[in-house]
């Protein structure tokens, strides 16, 4: 999914700043409407996301760059989803649907439509162009997460991929059952590619449950509630949309719900690197995006999504101050 603001901020992160002791701390979500303005294109209905990363005084957790979630939004009758094709560089993105169907189509040939409890993967590394429709006949429900995680350094520049996973690996206990998006919690590990220490779970809780989550003490993570209430550590309760930043040393997460919830935890090493973080792009200095940006208005690097029928999006012009990477908090 692409950064559809036409207006893009600045965005700064990496570096310190991570909170080395648990901590509890909301972040609140800003809402962005994904409706792909093209002169002389037929408008898509809009869809309204809630972005909570990246957000004022919180830009990552681990490696997450970027968490979106949409819906559940009523789609009969309209179109949907409708994002023309867009670069990416720098990063990975997840996606991972509660409701509906998304097909992918990208500019390595790829063409995958994805269902709620399958993992869509595109890891941009150098370049790469994407575009995002919904499937008209999969229902009146859209309902999902776009996730971006930012790739270290050393792996900026590698060729662009692919991945669907029809099933991920589950880990399971009393009360709950996590879907292993990327990384590993417990002992179960998704095939997934991961290029830092990372994990993403959705995690379904059974009613009145009260159980735990093994945590490495030496990560940070944050979990977002995306149904039912949780009450995490005995007193903190998160309701349905709630996201929180749970800092580091935890070495278990407690969770107990009244009735059926679902939790998505996102968590990871500390990424030590800055990174700036503008429109779909990451990269490490002003000249990065500004290559990136060039490359995708000439056409060239990032290739062209031969699948989709319709103009690929332009990108906003560049703001008139010097992109400066500075800490990963502001």
Known sequence: MSNLEESVEITVCGGVA??????????????????????????????????????????MVGAWCFVD????????????????????????????LLAGEVLHRDSIGSVQVISPGQLNLMT?????????????????????LQLWVALPETELRRAAEFQHLADVPHWRTDGLDASVLLGTLAE????????????GADIA??????ST??????????????AGEVVLDGRSR??????????CARSQLSVATGDHARLLL??????????????????????????????????????????????PLPAPPMPAVRLKPRGRAT
């Not at 809780?205 to 009260?210: N, R, V």
């Not at 998160?238 to 800092?247: C, N």
Request: with cysteine; net charge negative.
């Open 18 to 59: 991570v909170q080395t002791e648990p901590v509890f701390e909301l972040l609140p979500p800003r809402k962005v409407e994904l409706t792909p303005r093209l002169r002389g294109a037929d408008q898509a209905d809009p869809i309204t996301v809630s972005r909570y990363l990246p957000t004022r005084g919180r830009r």
């Open 69 to 96: 979630y949409y819906g559940p939004d009523d789609v009969g009758g309209s179109r949907g989803m409708q994002v023309p094709p867009h670069p990416h560089c720098g990063l990975q993105t997840v996606s991972w």
């Open 124 to 144: 941009a590394g150098r370049g790469i162009a994407h575009a995002e429709t919904s499937v008209q006949q999969s229902g009146e429900v859209l309902h999902g």
């Open 188 to 199: 179960i590990t998704s095939p997934a590619s991961t290029f830092t220490p990372i994990v």
């Open 205 to 210: 809780i059974g009613p009145a449950a009260h």
């Open 213 to 226: 989550i093994p945590l490495r003490s030496d990560w940070e993570y944050a979990a977002l509630v995306l």
């Open 238 to 247: 998160l309701r349905s949309a709630d996201m929180a930043y749970l800092g």
């Open 266 to 311: 996102l968590g990871g090493e500390p990424f030590d690197e800055e990174i700036l973080m503008w429109w779909n792009f990451v990269g490490r200095t002003h000249e990065d995006i500004v290559a990136a940006r060039t490359d995708w208005m000439s056409g060239s690097r990032f290739g062209a999504v031969t699948t989709y029928d319709g103009a």
